[in-house]
T-cell receptor, first 112, second 117 residues
Framework: LAKTTQPISMDSYEGQEVNITCSHNNIATNDYITWYQQFPSQGPRFIIQGYKTKVTNEVASLFIPADRKSSTLSLPRVSLSDTAVYYCLVGDRETGRRALTFGSGTRLQVQP | DGGITQSPKYLFRKEGQNVTLSCEQNLNHDAMYWYRQDPGQGLRLIYYSQIVNDFQKGDIAEGYSVSREKKESFPLTVTSAQKNPTAFYLC????????????????FGPGTRLTVL
């Protein structure tokens, strides 16, 4: 199965920019990179998706280098409510499944 | 309101009993998924369905069964064969990308927390 690798946890303070990097060496040509956010006892929520270069929305930015073997989720000026687990998701080249393999995620803790 | 619903929110079961978790969506999505999440862990795929009357095993299908008789419904049965069924179960749906373009966005329900007594 295609795998993603993310840091297990990160700590930050309110108002800082947070960058979470995900490695996905086996990403397939047609695969997009998707990030989700999950709060305790809730289902994950879509944050952002991209294919290459840079994507920005009202919540975050996603940076993808030319080789697409990694991506970086950037959260500008985090607040306490951004404390959550963040998952990076790509497709599965071996079986052809799309966006069905979640990694362990990155647990972000924002301090006041 | 469009969305995906799961019921019940909390479920208790005695060992040796089968139990069925409900998942309904009114987003007109073709694809639906079931995941299991254990405390402090990521999501693991149990089963998924790309179209009505068809479904595929995920990474941890043993001890579970599903059906997809209607587009909007994808119930999951946790059977007595599942050795450690206590977990948080999440259902999701997506458009399914019949055209084969990249990765489509999954929308998740609120989850069902199953506890085996």
């Amino acid at each position: 199965l295609a795998k993603t690798t993310q840091p297990i946890s990160m700590d930050s303070y309110e108002g800082q920019e947070v960058n979470i990097t995900c490695s996905h060496n086996n990403i397939a040509t047609n695969d997009y990179i998707t990030w989700y956010q999950q709060f305790p006892s809730q289902g994950p929520r879509f944050i952002i998706q991209g294919y290459k270069t840079k994507v920005t929305n009202e919540v975050a930015s996603l940076f993808i280098p030319a080789d697409r073997k990694s991506s970086t989720l950037s959260l500008p000026r985090v607040s306490l409510s951004d404390t959550a687990v963040y998952y990076c998701l790509v497709g599965d080249r071996e079986t052809g499944r799309r966006a069905l393999t979640f990694g362990s995620g990155t647990r972000l803790q924002v301090q006041p | 309101d469009g969305g995906i619903t799961q019921s019940p929110k909390y479920l208790f079961r005695k060992e040796g009993q089968n139990v069925t978790l409900s998942c309904e969506q009114n987003l007109n999505h073709d694809a639906m998924y079931w995941y299991r999440q254990d405390p402090g862990q990521g999501l693991r795929l149990i089963y998924y369905s790309q179209i009505v009357n068809d479904f595929q095993k995920g990474d941890i299908a043993e001890g579970y069964s599903v059906s997809r008789e209607k587009k909007e419904s994808f119930p999951l049965t946790v059977t007595s064969a599942q050795k450690n069924p206590t977990a948080f179960y999440l259902c999701a749906s997506s458009t399914g990308l019949a055209g084969g373009k990249g990765t489509d966005t999954q929308y998740f329900g609120p989850g069902t927390r199953l506890t085996v007594l």
